[in-house]
C-alpha cells in the first residue's frame, strides 16, 4: 500500500515538474521578442517580431489608433457628458508574444502597461479542388486601457474596462454598455502570423480588397492614357501613309476644259 501511494505521489511529482517545465519554456519563449518600429520610416507605424529558438514566427507592421469614448461630469456636477479619447500606439511599446503551430498570440503595452493590445491569430486548413490549403485570420482582439491614465482621459469617472470581440474586417470593440464602442482603426497593415521562411522577410502578400481596388483605381488611368496614346500615334502613322500614298498620283482636274492639255 506504502508502495502504491509512493508511486503515485511519484507519477503526480513528475506530472507537476512536467507542466511548470512546460510553463517555464512558455514563458522563454515569449520572451524573444523585438520591437523594431525605428525601423520605419513612417513614425506612426510600428514594427513587432516574436523569435521562437532564434527564428522569426511571426511578424507584424500596421499603425493602430483607438477611439474610446468615457463619461465625464457636466459642469453641474450632477449629469454626465460623453467625451471621447484618441488613442495612438505609440513607439517604444512593450511587446509579448508566442507563436504554435495553429495559434499565435501578439501582445502590445504601451504608457506604463496603461494600455495593452492583443491579438490572436488562428490557422486553418480547408480542402479545396487544389487540396488541401491553409489560411490563418485574425481571430480575437482585446483593447484594455486605464481610464485613470490623465493624458487621454482627463477628468473621467468610471475606471478602465475591457474590450473584447471577435474580430474579421471591420473592428469595433464593444463593451458591456451598448452606448459606448471603441473603435480600433489600423492602417498599413502587413502581418504575417505562421510560417515564415526567412527572418525579418514576409512572404508573398495577399492584398486586402480594398488595396487591390485602390491600386486599380490608380493603374486605371494610366493604361487608359497608354492607349489613348497609342491610338493617337497610329492615327498619324495611318494620316501620314494615306498623305504620302495620295501625294504620288496623279491628281485629275475636277475642270474638264484642262483634260485637253494632259498628255
Known amino acids: 500500500m506504502d508502495l502504491r501511494r509512493r508511486a503515485l505521489l511519484g507519477v503526480n511529482g513528475l506530472r507537476v515538474l512536467l507542466m511548470l517545465f512546460h510553463t517555464v519554456a512558455r514563458i522563454m519563449a515569449e520572451q524573444e521578442v523585438e520591437n523594431l518600429s525605428g525601423l520605419s520610416t513612417n513614425p506612426?507605424?510600428?514594427?513587432?517580431?516574436?523569435?521562437?529558438?532564434?527564428?522569426?514566427?511571426?511578424?507584424?507592421?500596421?499603425?493602430?489608433?483607438?477611439?474610446?469614448?468615457?463619461?465625464?461630469?457636466?459642469?453641474?456636477?450632477?449629469?454626465?457628458?460623453?467625451?471621447?479619447?484618441?488613442?495612438?500606439?505609440?513607439?517604444?511599446?512593450?511587446?509579448?508574444?508566442?507563436?504554435?503551430?495553429?495559434?499565435?498570440?501578439?501582445?502590445?503595452?504601451?504608457?506604463?502597461r496603461a494600455y495593452a493590445l492583443k491579438m490572436l491569430f488562428v490557422k486553418e486548413s480547408h480542402n479545396t479542388s487544389k487540396g488541401p490549403e491553409a489560411t490563418w485570420k485574425l481571430s480575437k482582439v482585446q483593447f484594455v486601457y486605464?481610464?485613470?491614465?490623465?493624458?487621454?482621459?482627463?477628468?473621467?469617472?468610471?475606471?478602465?474596462?475591457?474590450?473584447?470581440?471577435?474580430?474579421?474586417?471591420?473592428?469595433?470593440?464593444?463593451?458591456?454598455d451598448p452606448q459606448?464602442?471603441?473603435?480600433?482603426?489600423?492602417?498599413?497593415?502587413?502581418?504575417?502570423?505562421?510560417?515564415?521562411?526567412?527572418?525579418?522577410?514576409?512572404?508573398?502578400?495577399?492584398?486586402?480588397?480594398?488595396?487591390?481596388?485602390?491600386?486599380?483605381?490608380?493603374?486605371?488611368?494610366l493604361i487608359l492614357g497608354l492607349i489613348l496614346g497609342l491610338v493617337i500615334v497610329v492615327t498619324l502613322v495611318i494620316y501620314h501613309i494615306h498623305h504620302k500614298m495620295t501625294a504620288n498620283q496623279v491628281q485629275i482636274p475636277r475642270d474638264r476644259s484642262q483634260y485637253k492639255h494632259m498628255g
Open 180 to 221: 459606448k464602442t471603441v473603435t480600433m482603426i489600423l492602417s498599413a497593415v502587413h502581418i504575417q502570423p505562421f510560417d515564415i521562411v526567412s527572418d525579418f522577410v514576409f512572404s508573398e502578400e495577399h492584398k486586402c480588397p480594398v488595396d487591390e481596388r485602390e491600386q486599380l483605381e490608380e493603374t486605371l488611368p
Open 146 to 176: 486605464d481610464s485613470s491614465e490623465k493624458t487621454h482621459f482627463k477628468d473621467a469617472v468610471s475606471a478602465g474596462k475591457s474590450y473584447e470581440c471577435q474580430a474579421q474586417q471591420t473592428i469595433s470593440l464593444a463593451s458591456s
Open 44 to 112: 506612426e507605424k510600428d514594427i513587432f517580431v516574436v523569435r521562437e529558438n532564434g527564428t522569426t514566427c511571426l511578424m507584424a507592421e500596421f499603425a493602430a489608433k483607438f477611439i474610446v469614448p468615457y463619461d465625464v461630469w457636466a459642469s453641474n456636477y450632477v449629469d454626465l457628458i460623453t467625451e471621447q479619447a484618441d488613442i495612438s500606439l505609440t513607439r517604444g511599446a512593450e511587446v509579448k508574444g508566442h507563436c504554435g503551430h495553429d495559434e499565435s498570440e501578439l501582445q502590445v503595452f504601451w504608457v506604463d
